[in-house]
Every structure is written in C-alpha cells, then in structure tokens.
C-alpha cells in the first residue's frame, strides 16, 4: 500500500509528462527575464509603499472573520505548493535527490554539464513564482493593521531576485536549497494556517519556527563548504555568481533573524517576568 501510494505520488510530481518535460527557456517560460523579477520587486516595494501611506489610512479595517478566511485560504495554498515542491524535488532520482540530504543532491558538477531542464528545475521554477504568490503575505498583514518589519519586506523582495538567479544560473546547490527552504515552509505555513483558523499556540513555537529558519541558513552555509570544495577540487560547480548573491543575501537574513529572535525571545521573558 505504502510502495504503491509513493509510486502514485512519484508519478505525479516527477513522471507525469508536464515535468519530466519541462526545460526553462531565458525569454520564454514564464518569469524568465530579469526585467520580470526586477518589475515584480519594483512593483512590490511601490505597493507596500503607496497601501502603507496613501490607501489604508483612508479605508476601514476590514472585518476579522473574512481576513481570517484569507489568511486560512492563502496558506493553506501555500504550505500545500511547499509539501509539493520539496517532495517534487527530493523524489527526482536523476540527481540522486532520493536520498533528500547531502552531496546527492547536488547538481551535476562539472560546470556546463546542467541542463535546465526535467522536474528539479520544473520545481525551482514553481518556487519561483510561489514567491511572487507570497507577496501576498504583506498585504494581509497590512490589511489586518499589523506591524510590517524591515526582516518581512527585504526577505519577500530579494527572495524573488534569489529564485530566478538560481534558475538562470543553474545553481548547483539548488536541490538542496529547494528541499531544505520548502520543507520549512511546509512547517511555517502549517503554523500560520493553524493560527488563522484560531488554534493558539505558546509563544516557544513561534520561537522555534524562526529557529529552525536559522537553523536552515546555517545548513546551507555548510552545504556551500561541500559545494565549494567540489568547484575547487573537481571540474568546477555551476552558477558560482549565482552562489555568491545567495550567500550574501543568506548572510544578511541569518543577521536579520538572530536580531529578530533576541528580540522577541527578551519581550517574551519580560512578559514572563511581569506576569510572575
């Protein structure tokens, strides 16, 4: 029963023809133009800027129960695209990515040797453009009166920037990104889905959700080491440029959440202490 569910599965996110053909094409899949990332994040930023300034100081708050159902319904599409990616990616055996841990899930090595196409890239390019669906993210924030933070709109912005580099470079790590980044996902928008639809949980598991988010930044800075060492010691990774903006950009998030993390984890044991 369990072979012949994870057969069916495997079928659906790695054999069925619209994957095992997919081949990203610069200038004609979808997304696959700096111009595009570059209007999405620009669009994005004047959005969060004009909403904040000019639109919702004009317009009531919206009632609870609807933002409460699209909190629900937006992530509840959200964590089901990420169990789908991250399975999506780590089943496709042409890359060893069975195995869903380590080296195996590196790309082929050799620089020029990646093409761009079958169902890891079919993935990435899904991950890709979910992160423009995530955007959506700041607007139900903004729409339910909560803070915004500088952590919340740089990572939504350059995250964009992040995917498609990934892609147009063919990195060589992105297996591995993809499954660790949305396996992740799949436990953070479990917990923001739960808290939408009212299930209220202690503070420690929020904080254990932005640790394990530090957690994965600190698993790719190892998983780079392995990378690195295969480029210096092999015939060379793919995407080295693509790596280095990604590593930065890892950097300044890992930065972001530990001040975000002792932040929050001072006020919740203020709070404690007040409260005894």
């Known amino acids: 029963m369990a072979a012949s569910l994870l057969s069916q599965v495997r079928w659906l996110l790695v054999e069925h023809p619209a994957v095992a053909s997919f ?3 610069p200038g004609r899949t979808v997304g696959a133009t700096a111009s595009f990332a570059a209007a999405v994040i620009c669009g994005y930023l004047a959005a969060v800027l004009v909403l904040r300034r000019l ?11 609807a933002l409460r159902a699209a909190s629900a319904a937006h992530n509840a599409v959200l964590l089901a695209l990420s169990a789908a990616m991250a399975a999506g990616c780590a089943l496709d055996g042409r890359h060893g990515a069975g195995a869903a841990v380590g080296v195996a899930l590196l790309l082929p090595a ?5 093409e761009a196409s079958g169902p890891v890239f079919f993935w990435a390019h899904v991950f890709y453009l979910s992160k423009v669906y995530e955007l959506g993210d700041t607007l139900l924030i ?24 990934w892609l147009a470079t063919r990195q060589s790590l992105m297996p591995i990104a993809l499954v660790t980044n949305a396996g992740v996902h799949v436990v953070m928008y479990s917990y923001y889905l739960s808290c939408s639809v009212g299930l209220r949980w202690p503070n420690r598991w929020k904080r254990a959700v932005t640790e394990l988010q530090i957690v994965q930044f600190l698993f790719s800075f190892a998983a780079s080491v392995v990378m690195l060492w295969l480029h210096f010691t092999a015939d060379g990774c793919e995407g080295m440029a693509g790596w280095v903006f ?5 950097a300044s998030l890992l ?7 002792g932040a929050a984890y001072k006020a919740a044991k203020a709070n404690k202490g007040k409260a005894e």
């Open 246 to 250: 990604n590593a930065v950009f890892n």
């Open 110 to 114: 050799a620089a020029g040797a990646t």
């Open 23 to 25: 081949r990203w094409q």
């Open 255 to 261: 930065a972001l959440f530990l001040n975000f993390h």
């Open 142 to 165: 903004l729409l339910a009166r909560r803070p915004l933070t500088l952590l919340h709109v740089y990572h939504h912005a350059v995250v964009v920037a992040m995917c498609y580099l």
């Open 55 to 65: 639109v919702l100081p004009r317009l009531p708050p919206l009632p609870q129960p």
